[in-house]
Structure formats: C-alpha cells, structure tokens
C-alpha cells in the first residue's frame, strides 16, 4: 500500500522557518515527480512545489519563488521543502503529492494526507 506521510508543521511567527518532510513508502517512486500542494481556509488547492525523480526540473509557485526550496532524497524516498520568510498568507495544510512523469500534476497519483502550516502576524 502506497503511502505518503508528512510532518514538520506548526505554528511560526511571520518571518520565521519551518521544513516540511514528505515519507514514501509502498513502491519504488522511480521516474516520479514528488512536491507539494496547499490548501487555505475557503480556498481551492494549489501547486507549490515540484520536483523530478533525479532533480534535473524544480518548479515553484510564483507566490513561493525565492522563499521555498524544494529537495529530495532518493535514497530514503523523502521530499522536503524549506520554507523561510514565511507571510500568513503561507497559512494553509500542506499537502504532499507524487506522480509519474516530470512534472508534478493536480491530479497526482498519491497524496498525503496534510500537515497544517500556520503563520501568525
């Protein structure tokens, strides 16, 4: 049974860091794309951050360019992303997705099942 598993959320003051990790399990994630969504209260979900099986594409979100990174560890089926200078428009669960291919797609073949990210002003 395929499984992702997030952890890392929290509450932080604006400004402030956290790192997201992102657990696979239940399959080999070979030639899959892995990254992150995000879902604010009353809003619909939206793409933050992917990257490819061997890391040659990263694409971020306009609204995360220059704050966000993206990473990942093959070897322990894990993706990461750091989040720094953190806004509270950041406030949201995050949500983490795979899919085969290049590039991350909304309709991700497996997600997680979400970590909440609050920013406090």
């Known amino acids: 049974q395929v499984q992702l598993v997030e952890s890392g959320g929290g509450l932080v003051q604006a400004g402030g860091s956290l790192r997201l990790s992102c657990a696979a399990s239940g399959r080999t994630f070979s030639n899959y794309a892995m990254g992150w969504f995000r879902q604010a209260p009353g809003k619909e979900r939206e793409f933050v951050a992917g990257v490819s099986w061997i890391g040659r594409t990263i694409v971020y979100a306009d609204s995360v360019k220059g704050r966000f990174t993206i990473s990942r560890d093959n070897a322990k089926n894990t993706v990461y992303l750091q989040m720094n200078s953190l806004e509270p428009e950041d406030t949201a669960v995050y949500y983490c997705?795979?899919?085969?291919?290049?590039?991350?797609?909304?309709?991700?073949?497996?997600w997680g099942q979400g970590t909440q990210v609050t920013v406090s002003s």
């Open positions: 997705a795979a899919n085969q291919g290049v590039r991350l797609r909304p309709n991700s073949d497996y």
